[in-house]
Protein backbone atom coordinates (compact mmCIF):
# COMPACT_ATOMS: atom_id res chain seq x y z
CA UNK A 1 0.00 0.00 0.00
CA UNK A 2 2.35 2.61 -1.13
CA UNK A 3 -0.02 5.29 -0.82
CA UNK A 4 -2.75 6.60 1.98
CA UNK A 5 -5.72 8.73 0.91
CA UNK A 6 -6.03 11.56 3.58
CA UNK A 7 -9.60 12.76 4.36
CA UNK A 8 -9.11 15.59 2.52
CA UNK A 9 -8.13 13.15 -0.63
CA UNK A 10 -4.70 13.93 -0.67
CA UNK A 11 -2.54 11.28 -1.64
CA UNK A 12 0.30 10.43 0.56
CA UNK A 13 2.95 8.71 0.09
CA UNK A 14 4.01 5.65 2.73
CA UNK A 15 6.80 3.48 2.93
CA UNK A 16 6.17 0.21 5.36
CA UNK A 17 9.28 -1.87 6.30
CA UNK A 18 9.19 -5.38 9.06
CA UNK A 19 6.67 -6.64 11.01
CA UNK A 20 6.32 -6.27 14.64
CA UNK A 21 5.23 -3.18 16.85
CA UNK A 22 5.18 -0.08 14.34
CA UNK A 23 7.44 3.00 14.79
CA UNK A 24 6.05 5.86 13.16
CA UNK A 25 8.44 8.33 11.50
CA UNK A 26 7.58 12.13 10.54
CA UNK A 27 10.71 13.64 8.39
CA UNK A 28 12.31 17.06 8.58
CA UNK A 29 11.89 20.56 6.31
CA UNK A 30 12.71 20.13 3.27
CA UNK A 31 13.25 16.48 2.88
CA UNK A 32 11.13 13.20 2.87
CA UNK A 33 11.10 9.70 4.19
CA UNK A 34 14.10 8.76 1.96
CA UNK A 35 15.97 10.40 5.08
CA UNK A 36 15.13 8.09 7.58
CA UNK A 37 16.14 5.01 5.43
CA UNK A 38 19.11 4.10 7.85
CA UNK A 39 17.16 3.78 11.04
CA UNK A 40 14.08 2.27 8.96
CA UNK A 41 15.92 -0.37 7.43
CA UNK A 42 18.03 -1.12 11.19
CA UNK A 43 14.31 -1.09 12.92
CA UNK A 44 13.13 -3.39 10.50
CA UNK A 45 15.85 -5.66 10.60
CA UNK A 46 15.24 -5.81 14.23
CA UNK A 47 11.53 -6.92 14.57
CA UNK A 48 10.16 -3.64 14.53
CA UNK A 49 7.90 -2.07 11.90
CA UNK A 50 9.45 1.09 10.11
CA UNK A 51 6.72 3.42 8.63
CA UNK A 52 7.68 7.08 7.09
CA UNK A 53 6.16 9.11 4.95
CA UNK A 54 6.38 11.90 2.41
CA UNK A 55 4.57 14.94 3.99
CA UNK A 56 1.91 16.01 1.92
CA UNK A 57 3.77 18.59 -0.52
CA UNK A 58 6.98 16.62 -0.19
CA UNK A 59 8.42 13.75 -2.22
CA UNK A 60 6.19 11.45 -3.81
CA UNK A 61 2.99 12.72 -1.78
CA UNK A 62 0.61 15.10 -3.53
CA UNK A 63 0.45 18.99 -3.62
CA UNK A 64 -2.75 20.35 -2.44
CA UNK A 65 -2.93 24.02 -2.22
CA UNK A 66 -3.83 24.10 1.17
CA UNK A 67 -2.88 22.00 4.26
CA UNK A 68 -0.04 23.18 5.50
CA UNK A 69 -0.56 24.17 9.05
CA UNK A 70 0.12 21.79 11.80
CA UNK A 71 -3.46 20.46 12.96
CA UNK A 72 -3.92 19.36 9.46
CA UNK A 73 -0.16 18.04 8.89
CA UNK A 74 -1.86 16.25 12.10
CA UNK A 75 -4.47 14.80 11.17
CA UNK A 76 -2.60 13.42 7.81
CA UNK A 77 -0.19 11.64 10.70
CA UNK A 78 -3.73 10.58 12.57
CA UNK A 79 -5.06 8.88 8.92
CA UNK A 80 -1.81 7.09 7.66
CA UNK A 81 -1.40 5.39 11.09
CA UNK A 82 -5.00 4.35 10.82
CA UNK A 83 -4.95 3.42 7.31
CA UNK A 84 -1.90 1.22 7.59
CA UNK A 85 -3.40 -0.68 11.26
CA UNK A 86 -0.38 1.32 12.86
CA UNK A 87 -2.61 2.94 15.62
CA UNK A 88 -2.17 0.65 18.53
CA UNK A 89 1.35 -0.26 20.12
CA UNK A 90 2.78 2.75 18.11
CA UNK A 91 5.77 4.81 18.91
CA UNK A 92 5.38 7.97 17.02
CA UNK A 93 9.27 9.85 16.03
CA UNK A 94 9.59 13.21 14.44
CA UNK A 95 12.66 14.81 13.22
CA UNK A 96 12.73 18.42 13.26
CA UNK A 97 9.84 20.16 11.84
CA UNK A 98 8.25 16.52 12.25
CA UNK A 99 8.89 16.90 16.36
CA UNK A 100 5.76 19.06 15.44
CA UNK A 101 3.21 16.73 14.60
CA UNK A 102 4.46 14.34 17.11
CA UNK A 103 3.38 17.23 19.45
CA UNK A 104 0.11 18.13 17.81
CA UNK A 105 -0.80 14.54 17.52
CA UNK A 106 -0.55 14.08 21.44
CA UNK A 107 -2.42 17.04 22.19
CA UNK A 108 -4.90 16.93 19.29
CA UNK A 109 -5.44 13.05 19.60
CA UNK A 110 -4.85 12.39 22.85
CA UNK A 111 -1.99 9.99 22.12
CA UNK A 112 -4.45 7.55 20.94
CA UNK A 113 -2.68 4.43 20.63
CA UNK A 114 1.16 5.36 21.31
CA UNK A 115 3.29 3.76 24.00
CA UNK A 116 6.27 6.43 23.63
CA UNK A 117 7.58 9.49 21.46
CA UNK A 118 10.76 10.59 20.10
CA UNK A 119 11.43 14.55 19.38
CA UNK A 120 14.94 14.33 17.26
CA UNK A 121 16.50 17.39 16.53
CA UNK A 122 12.98 18.79 16.62
CA UNK A 123 11.24 22.62 16.14
CA UNK A 124 9.44 22.19 19.87
CA UNK A 125 8.02 23.81 21.57
CA UNK A 126 8.67 26.74 19.81
CA UNK A 127 10.79 28.27 17.50
CA UNK A 128 10.32 32.00 17.69
CA UNK A 129 12.41 34.56 19.45
CA UNK A 130 9.36 36.35 21.30
CA UNK A 131 10.07 38.29 24.83
CA UNK A 132 9.31 35.05 26.51
CA UNK A 133 11.04 32.63 24.08
CA UNK A 134 14.47 34.59 24.26
CA UNK A 135 16.60 31.64 23.07
CA UNK A 136 14.51 31.22 19.79
CA UNK A 137 15.03 32.73 15.96
CA UNK A 138 14.40 35.68 15.34
CA UNK A 139 11.53 36.96 12.48
CA UNK A 140 14.21 38.49 10.50
CA UNK A 141 15.91 35.24 9.92
CA UNK A 142 12.74 33.29 9.40
CA UNK A 143 11.99 35.81 6.49
CA UNK A 144 15.01 34.94 4.95
CA UNK A 145 14.52 31.78 4.20
CA UNK A 146 11.25 32.64 2.75
CA UNK A 147 13.00 35.32 0.66
CA UNK A 148 16.07 33.27 -0.24
CA UNK A 149 13.83 29.96 -1.29
CA UNK A 150 11.86 32.65 -3.46
CA UNK A 151 14.98 33.96 -4.92
CA UNK A 152 16.99 31.08 -6.20
CA UNK A 153 15.56 27.68 -4.18
CA UNK A 154 18.39 25.73 -5.49
CA UNK A 155 21.50 27.59 -4.55
CA UNK A 156 19.89 28.48 -0.91
CA UNK A 157 19.06 24.88 -0.54
CA UNK A 158 22.74 24.22 -1.31
CA UNK A 159 24.34 26.77 1.85
CA UNK A 160 21.32 26.01 4.27
CA UNK A 161 22.13 21.82 3.89
CA UNK A 162 25.72 22.54 4.67
CA UNK A 163 25.04 23.80 7.82
CA UNK A 164 22.20 21.80 8.47
CA UNK A 165 24.74 19.15 8.09
CA UNK A 166 27.75 20.89 10.02
CA UNK A 167 29.77 21.40 6.94
CA UNK A 168 32.74 23.55 7.30
CA UNK A 169 34.96 25.63 5.25
CA UNK A 170 37.62 22.89 5.98
CA UNK A 171 36.53 19.80 7.96
CA UNK A 172 32.90 17.91 7.21
CA UNK A 173 31.22 14.73 8.81
CA UNK A 174 29.62 14.07 5.47
CA UNK A 175 31.27 13.79 2.28
CA UNK A 176 30.08 16.35 -0.63
CA UNK A 177 27.51 13.53 -2.31
CA UNK A 178 25.20 13.13 0.99
CA UNK A 179 24.76 17.14 0.52
CA UNK A 180 24.07 16.70 -3.13
CA UNK A 181 21.35 13.51 -1.80
CA UNK A 182 19.86 15.66 0.95
CA UNK A 183 19.45 18.21 -2.12
CA UNK A 184 17.99 16.15 -4.52
CA UNK A 185 15.04 15.20 -1.60
CA UNK A 186 14.56 18.50 -1.22
CA UNK A 187 13.87 19.40 -4.55
CA UNK A 188 11.13 17.07 -4.75
CA UNK A 189 9.14 19.04 -2.49
CA UNK A 190 6.79 21.70 -4.83
CA UNK A 191 7.68 25.32 -4.12
CA UNK A 192 4.34 26.27 -2.38
CA UNK A 193 4.45 23.71 -0.05
CA UNK A 194 7.84 24.40 0.90
CA UNK A 195 7.19 27.73 1.87
CA UNK A 196 4.15 27.36 3.83
CA UNK A 197 5.74 24.75 5.92
CA UNK A 198 8.80 27.41 6.80
CA UNK A 199 6.35 29.47 7.91
CA UNK A 200 4.75 26.59 10.03
CA UNK A 201 7.69 25.27 11.98
CA UNK A 202 9.08 28.72 12.53
CA UNK A 203 5.86 30.39 14.14
CA UNK A 204 3.69 27.81 15.52
CA UNK A 205 3.44 27.42 19.21
CA UNK A 206 3.76 23.85 20.95
CA UNK A 207 4.28 24.88 24.68
CA UNK A 208 0.61 23.75 25.20
CA UNK A 209 0.84 20.78 23.75
CA UNK A 210 3.83 19.36 26.14
CA UNK A 211 1.52 18.63 28.82
CA UNK A 212 -0.31 15.90 26.87
CA UNK A 213 3.08 14.04 26.68
CA UNK A 214 2.04 11.25 28.87
CA UNK A 215 4.71 8.02 27.30
CA UNK A 216 7.95 7.90 27.82
CA UNK A 217 9.84 10.71 25.31
CA UNK A 218 13.29 10.41 23.68
CA UNK A 219 14.66 13.99 23.42
CA UNK A 220 17.67 13.84 21.36
CA UNK A 221 19.26 17.07 19.98
CA UNK A 222 22.49 18.44 19.09
CA UNK A 223 24.16 21.38 20.78
CA UNK A 224 26.22 22.89 17.60
CA UNK A 225 22.88 22.75 15.83
CA UNK A 226 22.56 26.15 14.04
CA UNK A 227 19.20 25.58 12.17
CA UNK A 228 17.15 24.84 15.49
CA UNK A 229 18.83 26.10 18.40
CA UNK A 230 19.11 23.49 21.64
CA UNK A 231 17.98 26.25 24.24
CA UNK A 232 14.44 26.90 22.69
CA UNK A 233 13.82 23.35 21.91
CA UNK A 234 15.23 20.39 22.54
CA UNK A 235 16.37 21.57 26.66
CA UNK A 236 12.93 23.32 26.32
CA UNK A 237 10.72 20.20 25.59
CA UNK A 238 12.79 18.14 27.63
CA UNK A 239 11.87 20.28 30.87
CA UNK A 240 8.47 20.57 29.75
CA UNK A 241 7.74 16.85 28.92
CA UNK A 242 7.57 15.08 32.49
CA UNK A 243 9.72 11.98 32.67
CA UNK A 244 11.27 12.76 29.44
CA UNK A 245 15.28 11.37 28.28
CA UNK A 246 17.00 13.79 26.67
CA UNK A 247 20.59 12.91 25.16
CA UNK A 248 22.46 15.78 24.03
CA UNK A 249 25.20 15.26 21.23
CA UNK A 250 27.83 17.24 22.10
CA UNK A 251 29.13 19.29 18.60
CA UNK A 252 26.93 17.02 16.48
CA UNK A 253 24.67 19.77 14.04
CA UNK A 254 20.98 19.44 12.94
CA UNK A 255 21.39 16.92 10.58
CA UNK A 256 22.77 13.79 13.24
CA UNK A 257 20.53 11.36 12.02
CA UNK A 258 22.41 11.33 9.07
CA UNK A 259 25.85 12.79 10.69
CA UNK A 260 25.28 10.44 13.76
CA UNK A 261 23.79 7.92 12.22
CA UNK A 262 24.93 5.27 14.10
CA UNK A 263 25.18 6.73 17.35
CA UNK A 264 21.28 7.62 16.91
CA UNK A 265 20.39 4.63 15.55
CA UNK A 266 21.59 2.83 18.92
CA UNK A 267 20.10 5.27 20.63
CA UNK A 268 16.51 4.61 19.53
CA UNK A 269 16.95 1.48 19.49
CA UNK A 270 17.67 1.19 23.08
CA UNK A 271 14.82 3.34 24.18
CA UNK A 272 12.58 1.12 22.25
CA UNK A 273 13.90 -1.68 23.86
CA UNK A 274 13.43 -0.02 27.31
Same mark, same amino acid.
Request: charge should be negative; aromatic fraction near 10%; glycine fraction near 12%.
Given at each position: ???????????????????????????????????????????????? /?????????????? @???????????????????????????????????????????????????????????????????????????????????????????????????? @????????????????????????????????? /?????????????????? /????????????????????? /????????????????????????????????????????
Amino acid at each position: MPYVKTRDGTDIYVKDWGTGRPVILTHGWPLNADSWDAQAMALAQAGF /RAIAYDRRGFGRSG @QPWSGYDYDTLTDDLADVMEATGANTDATIVGFSMGGGEIARYMSRYDGKGVVAAGLISSVVPYMLKTDDNPDGVDEETLAGIGAGIEDDRPAFFKTFLQ @QFLGVGFITSPVSDEVVDWAWGLAMQAGLHPTL /RCAEAFGHTDFRADLAAF /RVPTLVVHGTSDKTVPIDATG /RAAAKGIAGSQLVEYDGAPHGLTITESERFTNDLLTFLGR
